[in-house]
């Protein structure tokens, strides 16, 4: 699922080519990635683009006269950069939004279609898809513990939770934990001042971190490559490969749908974190769904 640091280079890469722009068409080859109807999907046509914005894992388009359009890429949903008015692939192809500059298509890989569109007459109808979660980039180290320690849930959920943070999912949420030497089932209520501490640098270094190296690999070229499983990662997706600190091999828990990697030498003082002996643990705090880990 793409998170915050694909979504800021996806909109980066957007303002560059269509702010300012105007929408000269939209088409739609799967109807269910249509989430409302009123307005209707080609409201938009002939109108500019007036801004770009990110609500947690969504991107907004802002056009004049005011109309919002947001994408919620969910799991497999991608974005294309094409030439003008190519055809939306058969099998992967959802929907295009047409600009004379190029056309920006909506893809996703898989049989499950969880990508949307939602089309609103005002901010409001945006706003009641925020899931209330505070910027992890901009909160401020009181902010922060006070959100942190809110609700007493085990780490890895707590930064997933889109109520309580904005567009942290599974991938950096992984990369987080490893680099605050944190264990992803410990809960918040038992956080230190220093872990609080330790662990809002880990969030601002680790996703500033991604969001440049992204920029930099992209070097003004539309972002083809978003994955939650990159090659330099430390441990999301690595499972039985080296930690790059210690150089024990990376574990892993597995909960219905959901895989959590970490280091047990770095992180759980080199215990392993057995499925079994947390499966009441996690039935209560983890969503069996991906789902219901976006929507909570």
Known sequence: ???????????????????????????????????????????????????????GKRIVFEFDPEMYMVIHLMVAGRLRWEPPRKPIPKKVGLAALDFDEGSLILTEQGTHKRAGIWLFS???????????GVEPLEASEAEFADVIRRENRTLKRA???????????NSYSDEILWKAQLSPVKR????????????????I?????????MRDELEGEWPKKVTA????MAVHGKYGEACPRCGSP???????????????????????????????????????????????
């Open 1 to 55: 699922m793409p998170e915050l640091p694909d979504i800021v280079v996806y909109l980066e890469a957007l303002s560059a080519r269509v702010r300012g722009r105007a929408l000269s068409g939209v088409r739609v080859s799967s109807p269910s990635v249509l989430r409302t109807f009123d307005p209707p999907y080609d409201a938009p046509a002939g109108s500019t683009v007036e801004d770009l914005h990110r609500v």
């Open 122 to 132: 005002s901010w409001d109808g945006v706003a009641g898809l925020d899931r209330g």
């Open 159 to 169: 930064l997933t939770d889109p109520r309580i943070f904005s567009g942290i999912g």
């Open 188 to 203: 918040t209520a038992q956080l230190t001042d220093d872990e609080v501490t330790r662990l809002r640098r880990a969030v």
């Open 205 to 213: 270094e680790s996703l500033q971190e991604w969001t440049d190296r």
């Open 229 to 232: 499983f990159r090659p330099d």
């Open 250 to 296: 990376v574990q892993r828990i597995v909960y219905a749908s959901n895989e959590t990697n970490y280091c047990a030498t770095c992180q759980t003082e080199g215990k392993l974190l057995a499925d079994r002996s947390l499966s009441r643990l996690l039935k209560d705090d983890w969503p069996k769904t991906l789902e219901e880990l976006e929507e909570a």
